[in-house]
């Protein structure tokens, strides 16, 4: 399936650790497209795991985490402005 994550970390004092370590576990799985956006195909065993380590580390009570899933990229439009980026050049 195709996946679309974004993400926003709170910066407070265990914000930089939470943000670092979601960073890290996405970027694991998907491509890093900008600041906290991703994208890539995955299997549904990977959504899952990938669900699994990340809820190990967003607080509930303050981050947010939305995916956005298809069962093909190519059923998605993708316009770019402004600078675009060779990060996603598969996917037009």
Do not use: A, P
Not at 30 to 51: A, D, R
Not at 55 to 65: F, Q, T, V
Request: glycine share 4%; proline share 0%.
């Amino acid at each position: 399936m195709y996946i679309i994550l974004m993400y926003d970390i709170v910066l407070d004092k265990k914000g930089q650790r939470t943000l670092r370590n979601v960073f890290k576990i996405c970027k694991k799985y998907l491509t890093h497209i900008q600041k906290s956006v991703f994208e890539g195909n995955l299997s549904e065993l990977e959504y899952m795991k990938l669900k699994s380590e990340l809820s190990g580390h967003i607080r509930k009570d303050k981050d947010s985490l939305i995916v956005f899933k298809s069962w093909n990229e190519k059923w998605l439009d993708k316009e770019f402005l402004g600078v675009v980026d060779d990060k996603t050049s598969n996917f037009f």
